[in-house]
């Protein structure tokens, strides 16, 4: 059975981290809708959310070190939103 897409089921994939299943629904409603401000602007939003996750799939961070380093980063920024 074929997904039905629908920015609702976008959302809740971002909502639950599955950034690159919610890109390619809002991509496909993008397609359907070129003239919807709306999901353009989630397709950008999603676009650079997914480059700022990229570095943890990125072949360059091959020492341990470092990638506990970029995660104990992003440990920082979810507290200090959880704060504000």
């Known amino acids: ?3 039905i897409k629908t920015k609702t089921l976008a959302e809740i994939y ?5 950034f ?5 629904i809002i991509k496909a409603l993008s397609e ?9 602007e ?3 939003e999603l676009s650079e959310k997914m480059k700022r996750l990229s ?3 990125d072949q360059s961070i091959r ?5 506990i380093r970029l995660l104990a980063k992003w440990l920082v920024n979810i507290r200090e939103r959880k704060r504000g």
């Open 1 to 3: 059975m074929d997904r």
């Open 14 to 18: 971002m909502q639950q981290g599955h």
């Open 55 to 57: 570095p943890l799939t």
């Open 20 to 24: 690159e299943e919610a890109y390619e």
């Open 63 to 67: 020492t341990t070190e470092e990638k």
């Open 42 to 44: 989630k397709l950008k």
């Open 32 to 40: 359907k809708d070129p003239s919807n401000m709306e999901i353009k």
